[in-house]
């Protein structure tokens, strides 16, 4: 069993910055492309990014492209999403997920998830 725990999150003003973790734990994350989601408040959880092994190879949401940014560090077994300019409508919980069987951006087929950060983007 691979246990996530994702940290981070809080309260931004729009236009501001906040680089979440997801920290893995009982397996290595190296095996694993890691992707990050989220739902907020009476919506379906939804796609943000995703990256493969390699850490090179990225894929992002049309609404977050070009100011999210999805890493990891397979030497600390933690993947980051750096996010920049937040709008009020990136507000949800951000959840990070592991997926052993190769690229995917439907949550449906991940195998394991963390809890949870909340991210509430507001003046």
């Known amino acids: 069993q691979m246990q996530l725990v994702e940290s981070g999150g809080g309260l931004v003003q729009p236009g501001g910055s906040l680089r979440l973790s997801c920290t893995a734990s009982?397996?290595?994350?190296?095996?694993?492309?890691m992707g990050w989601f989220r739902q907020a408040p009476g919506k379906e959880r939804e796609f943000v990014a995703v990256?493969?092994?390699?850490?090179?190879?990225?894929s992002y949401a049309d609404s977050v492209k070009g100011r999210f940014t999805i890493s990891r560090d397979n030497a600390k077994n933690t993947v980051y999403l750096q996010m920049n300019s937040l709008k009020p409508e990136d507000t949800a919980v951000y959840y990070c997920?592991?997926?052993?069987?190769?690229?995917?951006?439907?949550?449906?087929?991940?195998?394991?998830w963390g809890q949870g950060t909340q991210v509430t983007v507001s003046s």
């Open positions: 997920a592991a997926r052993k069987d190769g690229y995917s951006r439907n949550g449906a087929l991940y195998d394991y």
């Open positions: 990256i493969m092994l390699n850490g090179v190879i990225t």
């Open positions: 009982g397996r290595t994350l190296r095996s694993y492309v």
